[in-house]
Nanobody, 115 residues
Framework: QVQLVESGGGLVQAGGSLRLACAAS????????MGWYRQAPGKQREGVAG???????NYSDSVKGRFTISRDNAKNTVYLQMNSLKPEDTAVYYC?????????WGQGTQVTVSS
C-alpha cells in the first residue's frame, strides 16, 4: 500500500506561481512512477506531468514550458512547480503513483487562478 498526501494548493493571480508537493509513505520504495493529474469542474481528469524511476519526465502540451515536475527520492516526495499560471489551470490537482502495477491517488488539492 502507498499513501499520498498533497500540499501547496491555493489561490493565485494569473501569471503567478505555485508549487505542489506530494509525499509518499507506506510501500514507497516500490514506486516506479509518480505524476500529477487535474480535474476542472465539468471536465474529465487529465494528465499533467509524470516522472519515472529514471527521472524521465513527460508533460501535457497545455503545461509544457510552464510546469516542472521533480522528485526527491530521499524524502519520497514529488513536486510540481507551476509558473505563468492561467485561469484555465484552475482545477483539483491529484498526485498519483504506480507501484507493482497498482495505481494510487492522493486526495487532491485545489488550485484556483484568478484573472
Amino acid at each position: 500500500q502507498v499513501q499520498l498526501v498533497e500540499s501547496g494548493g491555493g489561490l493565485v493571480q494569473a501569471g503567478g506561481s505555485l508549487r505542489l508537493a506530494c509525499a509518499a509513505s507506506g510501500s514507497s520504495v516500490s514506486i516506479n512512477f509518480m505524476g500529477w493529474y487535474r480535474q476542472a469542474p465539468g471536465k474529465q481528469r487529465e494528465g499533467v506531468a509524470g516522472i519515472g524511476s529514471s527521472d524521465r519526465t513527460n508533460y501535457s502540451d497545455s503545461v509544457k514550458g510552464r510546469f516542472t515536475i521533480s522528485r526527491d527520492n530521499a524524502k519520497n516526495t514529488v513536486y510540481l512547480q507551476m509558473n505563468s499560471l492561467k485561469p484555465e489551470d484552475t482545477a483539483v490537482y491529484y498526485c498519483t503513483a504506480v507501484a507493482y502495477g497498482v495505481r494510487y491517488w492522493g486526495q487532491g488539492t485545489q488550485v484556483t487562478v484568478s484573472s
